[in-house]
Nanobody, 121 residues
Framework: QVQLVESGGGLVQAGGSLRLSCAASGNIFKVNLMGWYRQTPGKQRELVSTITSSGSTNYADSVKGRFTISRDNAKNTVWLQMNSLKPEDTAVYYC???????????????WGQGTQVTVSS
């Protein structure tokens, strides 16, 4: 199996910073796309940012210039540095990874358990 373990959420004042991390472990051959999504009550989960194994990044317009995604392929770990946080960034943040397991010819989609980020005004 494959597990994604997140850490780094918490409570911060508007304008502050937080850094989320997510490590993938288990029966992994290759971790392909990694990313972060977020969800608030009553709303659909939305894309925050993704990064390919070669380092190409993608950001939601709402976080461009404030958030930075990075990864370490050797450690199967992805980070999300969040600066200039706003109250509207408050959400549960979920790590996502597209993983090819050893012995498989295809990739599966995996999610972390979620970490709460709360930004107070």
């Amino acid at each position: 199996q494959v597990q994604l373990v997140e850490s780094g959420g918490g409570l911060v004042q508007a304008g502050g910073s937080l850094r989320l991390s997510c490590a993938a472990s288990g029966n992994i051959f290759k971790v392909n796309l990694m990313g972060w999504y977020r969800q608030t009550p009553g709303k659909q989960r939305e894309l925050v940012s993704t990064i390919t194994s070669s380092g190409s990044t993608n950001y939601a317009d709402s976080v461009k210039g404030r958030f930075t995604i990075s990864r370490d392929n050797a450690k199967n770990t992805v980070w999300l540095q969040m600066n200039s946080l706003k109250p509207e960034d408050t959400a549960v943040y979920y790590c996502n990874a597209i993983v090819t397991k050893r012995g498989n010819a295809y990739a599966d989609n995996y999610w972390g358990q979620g970490t709460q980020v709360t930004v107070s005004s």
